[in-house]
């Protein structure tokens, strides 16, 4: 997918300006990019269930739905597809819930518009964003790594054993027949539930808890 002409985001809140000084801050950084808005949690639902968007930007206060509920069946509906939250909470309040509700993202409304670009681009090519308040209280969190590996889903498993081998995300894509940013999305999220920082670690995880054979 090339970002720049043929990206399509959801931009999900209640509120029309949010809306649209989001879709500004992101055209900046993506002038192609085809947008749909939704207000409600309903019409996020709809809208997902219709399509799998490029990228969906989230507000956890929506209409319809409590503050975490409408990021989970975003998510368990389409769990390939990369989700932002945009939040009036901050990183302390929300942050480390909505990651562990399937966000990839997660971004303060007070967050100017560069970043705001800079989030949607890193969360859109399946690197997530994580602010330096988040980044703190991932890598803080009690048993970050304890018992962690339940928390993966089966393809995030697959997709974890495949790097865990040494393949490249082109390689493990193949093999499971998905996309390749969708293979980075799913490290991503692995990352995040399994309290790792790079490449070494996940490798280093792999080898100790014998997911694969030498």
Same mark, same amino acid.
């Given at each position: 997918?090339?970002?720049?002409?043929?990206?399509?985001?959801?931009?999900?809140?209640?509120?029309?300006?949010?809306?649209?000084?989001?879709?500004?801050?992101?055209?900046?950084?993506?002038?192609?990019?085809?947008?749909?808005?939704?207000?409600?949690?309903?019409?996020?639902?709809?809208?997902?269930?219709?399509?799998?968007?490029?990228?969906?930007?989230?507000?956890?206060?929506? +209409?319809? =739905?409590?503050?975490?509920?409408?990021?989970?069946?975003?998510?368990?509906?389409?769990?390939?597809? +990369?989700?932002?939250?945009?939040?009036?909470?901050?990183?302390?309040?929300? =942050?480390?819930?909505?990651?562990?509700?399937?966000?990839?993202?997660?971004?303060?409304?007070?967050?100017?518009?560069?970043?705001?670009?800079?989030?949607?681009?890193?969360?859109?090519?399946?690197?997530?964003?994580?602010?330096?308040?988040?980044?703190?209280?991932?890598?803080?969190?009690?048993?970050?790594?304890?018992?962690?590996?339940?928390?993966?889903?089966?393809?995030?498993?697959?997709?974890?054993? =495949?790097? =865990?081998?040494?393949?490249?995300?082109?390689?493990?894509?193949?093999?499971?027949?998905?996309?390749?940013?969708?293979?980075?999305?799913?490290?991503?999220?692995?990352?995040?539930?399994?309290?790792?920082?790079?490449?070494?670690?996940?490798?280093?995880?792999?080898?100790?808890?014998?997911?694969?054979?030498?």
């Amino acid at each position: 997918m090339t970002e720049e002409t043929v990206a399509r985001i959801l931009l999900a809140d209640d509120h029309a300006l949010v809306r649209d000084a989001l879709k500004a801050a992101i055209r900046r950084r993506m002038s192609g990019a085809k947008f749909e808005y939704a207000g409600t949690a309903g019409e996020v639902m709809a809208a997902v269930e219709r399509e799998p968007w490029n990228l969906v930007v989230l507000d956890l206060g929506l +209409p319809g =739905g409590t503050e975490l509920e409408t990021l989970r069946r975003v998510r368990a509906l389409r769990p390939e597809v +990369p989700i932002l939250v945009f939040s009036m909470f901050p990183e302390h309040k929300m =942050g480390l819930a909505a990651i562990e509700a399937g966000a990839d993202g997660y971004l303060c409304k007070t967050a100017d518009r560069v970043t705001i670009g800079q989030a949607a681009t890193e969360t859109l090519a399946g690197r997530g964003y994580r602010s330096p308040e988040l980044q703190a209280l991932l890598v803080k969190r009690p048993g970050a790594r304890r018992g962690a590996m339940a928390a993966l889903s089966q393809r995030e498993v697959e997709v974890l054993i =495949g790097l =865990g081998r040494g393949r490249s995300n082109k390689e493990v894509a193949a093999a499971l027949d998905i996309s390749v940013t969708s293979v980075g999305t799913y490290r991503a999220r692995i990352m995040d539930k399994l309290g790792l920082s790079t490449t070494a670690d996940l490798l280093r995880y792999v080898v100790e808890h014998r997911l694969v054979s030498h």
